[in-house]
């Protein structure tokens, strides 16, 4: 076995480890928050083998580990990254310790359960983004629901936490349940869970002939990947959760598990109804982005504000991907990646406002720039990157996922749609604009003898900086994470050109079956 073989199960099991570490030591407060950061930080550091040792340019999976796991029904131990997943796992590695370090002070009870669900909640994440056995990946799709769920319920800000939690379970749960179904379907037709011969089926055509049927199923994936996402109108769990939720959760909360699932699993294995589909979705896309934008529009509370534009911006990565162009789908990518480093950093700012002043509500707040100047440095930074400043990493995603929507062929009349979309991005950039001047510069709130000189400190700083140069570095070299990106862009829209999906890491040890097939199928290009 070589690190290659072996890197995937080390990054998705090290954090289990140490969960299981912190439930046995002592509740001790600062032994939990150090071995949190030490075990995150490691995970990181794994993660960073990833893009050192990726081979770009190469469609397929890498890193692979693919060995039996149980024999009837035939499900594999199969992990693996592409283009698609690369990034997010290291996403996934970034975020977390600066989630740590920016609950360090905000979670003042219970820290041990906390620690020990956030680490497994992290496990339960990059299993989804590297699993590629159906099987295995339902089962950490269903993982990462339950510490989520505990997570706003035991550590909610509010009394009505426990309705928040009980909300989310319910929109989680029983979609996840009708994707079962379509999983189990899957498997009756096709003998197997393994989503490389699945592709291969798909793009050959032979999972099933009967279109009914298949149908059917992709909606049973597709509706349960779009209300984790979620997409207008399925969001009603979104504002709830996003306002209870510790801001560590959050910051793993919304977008990247369904808008990566409908990626690699509705795109998959049914792409011909994917596209088919595609003007519901690119329609709803537009329609999202426009009314998260006016519902944030006219928010007094800080959080919620953010979580219609969460919305907003989740729905530009839905416009994208379902354009079906490679600019589309690349801009889709990259701006999910965006969206945990922006939205991230935005409610880490959040949380830490609200330890000053315990208060989310705009009408509490104003005229605390004097007092704050870091705070509101990273702020003005922050929105600048979540409206999409040229030159940031907004812009990137944001202008890619447009382009698409324009070129797409799978809608009529795609300037509407398109121009529809762009009003999101001038009442973006007028609610967050106004968000700092009522909060930082305005007179002053309800709470003036409040107002502390307590700036940001060193810890909040050590967390917030890397994102902020990140915000810079990915808006200027984003052909750097490019290189990834795009050859699965180009894969999904010339879907049977991509592939022969045999990997490309000698390791593999399956062979599967089927040669690649001519690049037909239409798609836009």
Known sequence: MTIDSSILSLIVFFPTVGAILLALLPANPTLQKWGALVVTLLTFLFTLHLPAHYQYGLAGYQFEVNVPWIASPAIRYHLGVDGLSMWLVVLSGFL??????ISWRAIDRREKLFYTLFLLQQTAMIGVFVALDLFLYYGFWEWSLVPMTILIATFGRTDKRAKAALKYFLYAFIPSAILLVGMLWVYAQTGTFDLPMLQQMAASHSISSNQSALWLASLAFLVAFAVKVPVFPLHGWLSDAIFEAPTAAVMVLAGKLGLYSILRFSFGIFPE????????????GAIGIAYGALVALVQNDLKRLAAYSTLGHLSFITL???????????GGVYQIINHGISGGALFMLLGALYERYGTYDMRELGGV???LPWMVTLFVITALSNIGLPGLNGFVGEFLTLSGSLQTIYIAHPMVWTTIATTGVIFGAGYMLWAIQRVFYGGMGRRPDEVSGWDLDAREQIALWPMAILFVVMGV??????????????????????????????????????????????GAH
């Open 273 to 284: 109804q994917s596209r088919q589909i595609a003007p519901l979705m690119i329609a709803l």
């Open 369 to 371: 720039a004097q007092k």
């Open 320 to 330: 994208g991907i379902f354009s079906f162009t490679v600019a589309g789908i690349d």
């Open 96 to 101: 977390a310790p600066l989630g740590v370090l």
């Open 477 to 522: 070299a984003s052909p750097y994470w490019m290189r990834a990106i795009d050859s699965f862009g180009a894969s999904t829209t010339n879907r049977p050109a991509v592939v022969d999906l045999r990997v490309v890491d000698p390791h593999s040890s399956i062979d599967l079956p089927g040669t690649p097939v001519s690049s037909t199928q239409g």
